[in-house]
């Protein structure tokens, strides 16, 4: 059976992008696979965090993960940090990927151009390794991720070449990154050129925004002095993100959303973006709210870090065998 496996940092207050480009699409493989979705807390580290953030962006993302469909009884949801496995196997994992290769990843470039040299955590470097062990443990077929994490997902496959050329064929399992056409990028609404990002936190929609606030926010969303509703990126990038929110809401194309609001006015078509969006969040927060206020999150981390560790601790054996550590069963 098909294994799909992936994970969300509790960094910040979750976005639109998130919800479009990640979560949105986590329950969807739930019919047609075997389902692990984990919260990467150890990754939320590599960034300075306070601790009580860090703990309720934990318990938000749980809480997230179930209002949006996913099924404790169909697929597992855990804490990376409940599973030692996690940070056994990037142990072993960090000598086979290099300083050279890392240091050009995209996501390392930007975060660390960004803080004071000095204070820059090995961890930030080392991500990918951390991540790599993260998909490897679970023998991961499938990892969808939104756009920015592919290179991550890239590198992992180099690795897994690089170690199982060396140690045996299918000892690792070889992942893919499954990118959804439509959503894959959301842009922030104030500057529709960047990324809507919870660690640059500008012309986001929080899920946590009331209706209010995200129809403010996108009434006074940038757009162009073309005047006429289109799909074009490079010119309009913020009417084409528009659509690309609306479209993906609606599970139809860009090109398909343009040609419904081809004679419509900006402020028309704003409104109607505005309702898809509060259509879509209202109930998924009212789900949010109860699975907070009931507490009901507990159970599933815990059962959920029971179910994973008994898998990963199997793929840690078979790997640990094969570098030449001494079991005592040897
Ligand atoms: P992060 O916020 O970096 O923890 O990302 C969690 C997941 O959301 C990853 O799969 C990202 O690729 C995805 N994601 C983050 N921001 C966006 C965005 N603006 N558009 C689409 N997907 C996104
Ligand atoms: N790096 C991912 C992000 O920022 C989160 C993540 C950590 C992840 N480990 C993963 C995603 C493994 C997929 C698979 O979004």
Redesign the pocket.
Request: aromatic share 8%; charged share 25%.
């Given at each position: 059976m098909t294994r799909i496996l992936?994970g969300?940092?509790p960094?910040?207050k979750l976005?639109l992008?998130?919800y479009?480009?990640?979560?949105r699409r986590f329950k969807d493989f739930q019919e047609s696979g075997e389902v692990f979705i984990f919260i990467?807390d150890l990754h939320a580290l590599t960034l300075p965090i306070d601790p009580n953030d860090l703990r309720e962006n934990s318990r938000d993302l749980a809480a997230f993960y179930l209002a949006s469909g996913l099924d404790p009884k169909k697929c597992t949801i855990f804490l990376q940090s409940s599973v030692s496995a996690h940070a056994e196997l990037n142990a072993i994992l960090q000598n086979y990927l290099f300083m050279g290769e890392l240091s050009r990843m995209t996501q390392f470039k930007d975060k660390s151009a960004k803080m004071n040299g000095n204070e820059i955590g090995l961890g930030l470097f080392a991500y990918p390794v951390l991540m790599a062990s993260d998909i490897l443990l679970y023998d991961a077929n499938i990892v969808?991720?939104?756009?920015?994490?592919t290179q991550h997902v890239e590198i992992t496959r180099d690795l897994v070449k690089r170690f199982n050329h060396r140690y045996g064929d299918n000892m690792l399992i070889m992942p893919r990154a499954q990118v959804n056409k439509v959503?894959?990028?959301?842009?922030s609404l104030t500057e529709p050129t960047k990324?809507?990002?919870?660690?640059d936190p500008k012309g986001d929609i929080f899920l946590k925004d009331d209706e209010k606030t995200i129809r403010k926010k996108i009434m006074s969303a940038v757009t162009d002095m073309v005047g006429k509703v289109q799909y074009d990126p490079e010119n309009q990038p913020g009417i084409s993100n528009l659509l690309n929110i609306y479209a993906a809401l609606s599970d139809i194309t860009p090109e398909e959303a343009a040609e419904k609001f081809k004679d419509s006015g900006y402020g028309d078509f704003k409104r109607a973006v505005a309702d898809k969006v509060i259509e879509e969040l209202t109930p998924f927060k009212q789900r949010y709210q109860e699975i907070i206020d009931s507490k009901s999150y507990i159970a599933v981390l815990e059962e959920g870090a029971a179910k994973a560790n008994a898998i990963a601790s199997k793929t840690l054996k078979r790997v640990q065998k094969a570098v030449g550590l001494l079991g005592f069963d040897d």
């Amino acid at each position: 059976m098909t294994r799909i496996l992936s994970g969300i940092k509790p960094t910040g207050k979750l976005t639109l992008g998130n919800y479009i480009g990640a979560l949105r699409r986590f329950k969807d493989f739930q019919e047609s696979g075997e389902v692990f979705i984990f919260i990467a807390d150890l990754h939320a580290l590599t960034l300075p965090i306070d601790p009580n953030d860090l703990r309720e962006n934990s318990r938000d993302l749980a809480a997230f993960y179930l209002a949006s469909g996913l099924d404790p009884k169909k697929c597992t949801i855990f804490l990376q940090s409940s599973v030692s496995a996690h940070a056994e196997l990037n142990a072993i994992l960090q000598n086979y990927l290099f300083m050279g290769e890392l240091s050009r990843m995209t996501q390392f470039k930007d975060k660390s151009a960004k803080m004071n040299g000095n204070e820059i955590g090995l961890g930030l470097f080392a991500y990918p390794v951390l991540m790599a062990s993260d998909i490897l443990l679970y023998d991961a077929n499938i990892v969808p991720v939104g756009e920015d994490q592919t290179q991550h997902v890239e590198i992992t496959r180099d690795l897994v070449k690089r170690f199982n050329h060396r140690y045996g064929d299918n000892m690792l399992i070889m992942p893919r990154a499954q990118v959804n056409k439509v959503g894959a990028r959301i842009m922030s609404l104030t500057e529709p050129t960047k990324k809507m990002s919870k660690s640059d936190p500008k012309g986001d929609i929080f899920l946590k925004d009331d209706e209010k606030t995200i129809r403010k926010k996108i009434m006074s969303a940038v757009t162009d002095m073309v005047g006429k509703v289109q799909y074009d990126p490079e010119n309009q990038p913020g009417i084409s993100n528009l659509l690309n929110i609306y479209a993906a809401l609606s599970d139809i194309t860009p090109e398909e959303a343009a040609e419904k609001f081809k004679d419509s006015g900006y402020g028309d078509f704003k409104r109607a973006v505005a309702d898809k969006v509060i259509e879509e969040l209202t109930p998924f927060k009212q789900r949010y709210q109860e699975i907070i206020d009931s507490k009901s999150y507990i159970a599933v981390l815990e059962e959920g870090a029971a179910k994973a560790n008994a898998i990963a601790s199997k793929t840690l054996k078979r790997v640990q065998k094969a570098v030449g550590l001494l079991g005592f069963d040897d």
